[in-house]
């Protein structure tokens, strides 16, 4: 068999393959996208539901509150006679738009019931007990009425008034209205299920509308939820009738399983759009590969010879011969890529060649900037003290002696200054190869925070230090990681200038360790993130911008990693893995 022969074959089971594998990934792809959005739209659901729970629950307990709050609850409180509020719970709760309102005496009798008056003096032990509901909190709760048990969202408040204590329990049921507020995606429906009987009850599954799917698919799912008190998903139903439900157990105040959210996406569109792509699959295959064959049959002859020159010559490009090219032979596509080519490899020779100049030109000028910029601050202070010496020899010879030693401190002061900065970009420029020692950070992050303590206290900030049990030592320069830890450090106190708190830990990282420098100042936004670690590049009113750049320049001499994770206004975390 020939090469042609054999490349013709090869091409073709390729064409095949390449078309069977795109439809199975476009299939897998649309149903996985499917699937993401399915729980997308379920969870939207769930966080829409969470949000208009938490919704009516403030209304309630704000109600509830105020019903507390309220003069007549106060009489109700202080007076000996509760048969004189037979019917003020009502009047309380139709003022409050309360569906649910009860009075209920110190003792758990019910002074006054809204929903069931006849209740009057019936006892409420769940008020009296130790644990449950909280003031101020919404909870669910199984309410009695007088035709049956209802599912309700409520708040409990207390009044104390002359010697006497009242309690205020309020609420509104949860139920078909409270599950029509929310918007529904189309082909989505949501579902509640009040867990008020020992057994299933069809009557106690309510939906947004009237309208509920077949209660028999979703009873033993129910059943199951609440057996293992835990969310489920399932698919009920087959073929485009097919529906996914995601379930989720609602409990009260004492963790009992009080209902189950259900929320149902139909499938059929899924299931209609995988009918589509398989029906139209085949015709694209069968077309794909019959192109395909005849395509490797013109290719196989026409290619393959060019191609191989072409391929030579990439290779010496990419093993680093950037001048080489390729023989051109013909005017066609083939011959016109051999001629664009050779044009990148020329172009590619000249970009280097700017790139490499511009770079250069660009890191002196940001070097001359910086410089500038840090000596310009010193050397304005010295020109104006030699000014004011200068003033008075001229003007006030017998003051001289006085103004001349000011301004010697002065000089002495800026000229060390100036010494400073050009020592940091002496430092920076001359950093030294580690010398690797066995070193214990635990021991390492302590010492280094110690350093710091007047400074923590001059600034507000808490010092918190958590050091791992068992970390293992790493090799490394004790003397350069500990000058790395301490520009951490500071850039922390300088990211709080209120104050705030510093937490430097440790851990293990796979073989070797880790130790991270966390602050809770002013964090930085993902763009100064990305710039952190340029030399000379500095978010500060002052400093040199190398702070940052020798500790990364530290431990890329340790062959380590150090990454930054900030956000605005909620502090910032360095990491730093050593091996």
Not at 317 to 333: I, L, P
Not at 470 to 491: F, G, H
Not at 546 to 575: C, M, N, W, Y
Request: charged share 25%; net charge negative; glycine share 8%.
């Amino acid at each position: 068999m020939t090469f042609r022969t054999r490349l013709l074959v090869v091409y073709t089971l390729a064409v095949v393959a390449s078309v069977g594998m795109v439809e199975w990934l476009v299939e897998r792809a649309t149903r996985d996208a499917f699937e993401s959005m399915e729980r997308q739209r379920a969870d939207a659901l769930v966080a829409q539901f969470q949000r208009e729970y938490d919704r009516r629950g403030q209304e309630i307990v704000r109600a509830v509150k105020d019903v507390a709050l309220s003069d007549a609850a106060v009489n109700v409180a202080i007076s000996s006679d509760d048969s004189a509020f037979y019917n003020e719970a009502s009047a309380m709760a139709s003022a409050h738009g309360l569906g649910l309102l009860e009075l209920v005496g110190g003792d758990g009798a019910i002074v006054s019931s809204a929903e069931w008056p006849v209740r009057f003096g019936y006892k409420e032990d769940w008020l009296l007990a130790p644990t449950g509901w909280k003031p101020g909190a919404a909870f669910l709760r199984r309410e009695e009425l007088p035709d049956g048990f209802t599912l309700a969202l409520a708040a409990v408040e207390t009044v104390n008034a002359g010697g006497r204590q009242l309690y205020v329990a309020g609420g509104q049921q949860l139920d078909q209205e409270f599950l029509a507020g929310l918007v529904l995606p189309a082909g989505m429906n949501v579902l509640l299920y009040r867990n008020l009987e020992p057994q299933f009850a069809r009557r106690l599954l309510t939906g947004a509308a009237d309208a509920v799917t077949d209660t028999p698919e979703f009873q033993s799912l129910i059943e199951r939820v609440i057996r293992e008190r835990r969310a489920r998903v399932a698919t009920l139903g087959s073929g485009a009738a097919a529906e996914t439900v995601h379930a989720l157990p609602l409990a009260g105040i004492d963790d009992n399983l009080l209902a189950v959210l259900l929320i149902v996406s139909s499938r059929r569109e899924l299931v209609e759009l995988e009918n589509s792509l398989g029906r139209n699959g085949a015709w694209v295959a069968a077309g794909a590969i019959l192109t395909g064959i005849l395509m490797a049959a013109w290719a196989t002859a026409r290619v393959t010879r060019p191609v191989r020159r072409l391929a030579e010559s990439a290779g010496q490009v990419a093993a680093g011969n950037w001048n080489a090219t390729v023989e051109v032979t013909s005017r066609d596509e083939v011959g016109q890529l051999a001629q664009a080519f050779n044009r990148m490899t020329h172009e590619l020779v000249e970009q280097r060649e700017r790139l490499v100049q511009t770079e250069r030109v660009a890191a002196w000028r940001e070097l001359a900037r910086r410089l500038a910029h840090e000596l310009k601050n010193p050397l304005f202070p010295l020109q104006i003290t030699v000014e004011n010496m200068q003033r008075a020899r001229e003007s006030h010879p017998q003051e001289f002696d006085e103004v001349f030693r000011e301004g010697s401190r002065t000089l002495l002061a800026e000229l060390a200054n100036l010494k400073q900065i050009i020592g940091r970009f002496s430092d920076f420029a001359k950093m030294p190869a580690p010398e690797m020692q066995p070193v214990n950070l635990n021991a390492l992050a302590g010492e280094t925070m110690k350093l710091f303590e007047a400074q923590f206290a001059q600034a507000r900030v808490t010092a918190r230090v958590e050091l791992a049990a068992e970390l293992p030592t790493v090799a490394a320069d004790a003397e350069q990681i500990a000058r790395a830890l301490r520009n951490l450090v500071l850039n922390a106190i300088d990211a709080m200038p209120e104050g705030g708190t510093l937490t430097v830990r440790t851990m293990p990282q796979g073989a070797g360790a880790r130790i991270e420098i966390a602050d809770t100042g002013t964090g930085l936004s993902q763009e100064e993130c990305a710039r952190l670690f340029t030399p000379y590049y500095t978010t500060k009113t002052h400093g040199t911008g190398l702070g940052l750049a020798i500790v990364q320049s530290v431990v890329s001499d340790h062959h380590g990693r150090i990454t930054v994770e900030s956000q605005p206004g909620k502090g910032t975390t360095f990491r730093i893995d050593l091996g």
